[in-house]
């Protein structure tokens, strides 16, 4: 299945439109995420912990957009959009969205 960013695919005719499709994602930083990335704030440099929650979360939402589209019968997502939030107590939890227009090329 081809996602793309973009609303339309180069080279490539869209044939029906399907409708809108969607995956979400919420994931928990622990407590030992956050003393080291304040560590990494006070001091400098990338917080891999977190970097690695960012991508599991983009991951996660991804392949269930993915997954929706394809039991849309799809074979393409265009015009993906990603966002990310933080939710929860003090922001403890990481919301990960995207959706996108299921298309068939």
Known sequence: MLLT???TIQGQEIKE???IVTGETI????????FLAGIRDIIGGRSGS???????GKETSLKELEERAQQMGA???VGIDLDYETVGAQG????????GT???I
């Open 50 to 56: 977190y970097e690695k929650v960012l991508r599991e």
């Open 102 to 104: 299921a298309v068939k």
């Open 5 to 7: 960013t973009t609303p």
């Open 75 to 77: 074979n393409a997502v």
């Open 92 to 99: 403890s939890m990481l919301m990960v969205t995207c959706s």
């Open 17 to 19: 439109y399907l409708g």
């Open 27 to 34: 994931i928990g930083a622990n407590f030992m995420k956050d």
